[in-house]
């Protein structure tokens, strides 16, 4: 089992940015890929970006490919998501995950709790 624990969400303007950060433990934590995905109000829920512990390869939602940047702290066990010129299009629940292999497609078997990120235009 994966524990997951998400920090960093909040309100911030269009254009602004944020950090995600996500806190793994269990065990073989580090055997898993991992990934953020998000959850805006009437939808479903949707791929954001993966990366494994080592830090590459990193896939990206289209939308967010040049915004987002997604790495890991192996040392630290956490996951971390810096989302800049943030858009109202980004206003979501993110959620940590980990997968089994592969990194990509990404959709988790193990979640966090989420965390709520509001972009206000």
């Known amino acids: 089992q994966v524990q997951l624990v998400e920090s960093g969400g909040g309100l911030v303007q269009a254009g602004g940015s944020l950090r995600l950060s996500c806190a793994a433990s269990?065990?073989?934590?580090?055997?898993?890929?991992m990934g953020w995905l998000r959850q805006a109000p009437g939808k479903e829920r949707e791929f954001v970006a993966s990366i494994t512990w080592s830090g590459h390869p990193t896939y990206y939602k289209d939308s967010v490919t040049g915004r987002f940047t997604i790495s890991t702290d192996s040392a630290k066990n956490t996951v971390s998501l810096q989302m800049n010129r943030l858009t109202p299009e980004d206003t979501a629940v993110y959620f940590c995950?980990?997968?089994?292999?592969?990194?990509?497609?990404?959709?988790?078997?193990?979640w966090g709790k989420g965390t709520l990120v509001i972009v206000s235009s």
């Open positions: 269990g065990r073989t934590a580090s055997s898993y890929a």
């Open positions: 995950a980990a997968q089994e292999w592969p990194v990509y497609p990404f959709s988790g078997d193990y």
